[in-house]
């Protein structure tokens, strides 16, 4: 059965540092999300993105965030200059429509900002 | 605003029994839809059952059957026949106009042998 899958599964940084969480969704899927979340707490959405640009963003997704779907396989969430507070677990996930579509998630990436 | 509310943080069952998880949410969207997904020690996020609000019959699959009243804004998940493998997050969530996904804040389910 096709899957998400993320990579790193765990990725340590220093803060101020730049990291790239990387996605490959299901391959016939055309909208994708990223959500985060912080360790105890709710699953927050942060950004969908469809036909190579974003649809929605959460007050969230600031300018240290960006995402981008680079080729035909790979959808990737960069975080330009990271802080404390962005540790968390962030989620990619998939789906084939948009408007009610079923969300489908990959395993996750663990971010651990020092 | 769209909220999601889970009222249980734990709950536990004996192993083969049933248990029952709490889930209410506000919306004031008329066509929206209702997940249940599982978070296991692992962390990753697990479908369990998807509800159309349109649709009066209560989904099921397999052990996990919902209890979705609309009026009431309610969407519970039942677990019958309880396995150690369900022990887990569950968490609800609700998807209305656009593509995002609101998570109530999870309830952790121990299954006891």
């Known amino acids: 059965e096709p899957e998400v899958t993320q990579t790193p599964s765990h990725q340590v940084t220093q803060m101020g540092q730049e990291v790239i969480l990387r996605c490959v969704p299901i391959s016939n899927h055309l909208y994708f999300y990223w959500y985060r979340q912080i360790l105890g707490q709710k699953v927050e959405f942060l950004v969908s993105?469809?036909?190579?640009?974003?649809?929605?963003k959460s007050e969230i997704f600031d300018d240290q965030f960006s995402v981008e779907r680079p080729d035909g396989s790979n959808f990737t969430l960069k975080i330009r200059s990271t802080k404390l507070e962005d540790s968390a677990m962030y989620f990619c996930?998939?789906?084939?429509?948009?408007?009610?579509?079923?969300?489908?998630f990959g395993p996750g990436t663990r971010l651990t900002v020092l | 605003a769209q909220t999601v509310t889970q009222s249980q943080p734990e709950m536990s069952v004996q192993e083969a029994e049933t248990v029952t998880l709490s889930c209410t949410y506000d919306t004031s969207e008329s066509d929206y839809y209702l997940f249940w997904y599982k978070q296991p020690p692992s962390r990753q996020m697990i479908l369990v059952i998807r509800q159309e609000a349109y649709k009066q019959q209560n989904a099921t699959e397999n052990r996990f059957s919902v209890n979705f009243q609309k009026a009431a804004k309610s969407f519970s998940l039942k677990i019958s026949d309880s396995q150690l493998g369900d022990a887990a997050m569950y968490f609800c969530a609700c998807l209305e106009y656009g593509n995002k996904l609101v998570f109530g804040a999870g309830t952790i389910l121990r299954v006891k042998s």
């Open positions: 993105f469809y036909n190579n640009e974003i649809s929605e």
């Open positions: 996930a998939s789906s084939v429509g948009g408007r009610g579509g079923t969300q489908y």
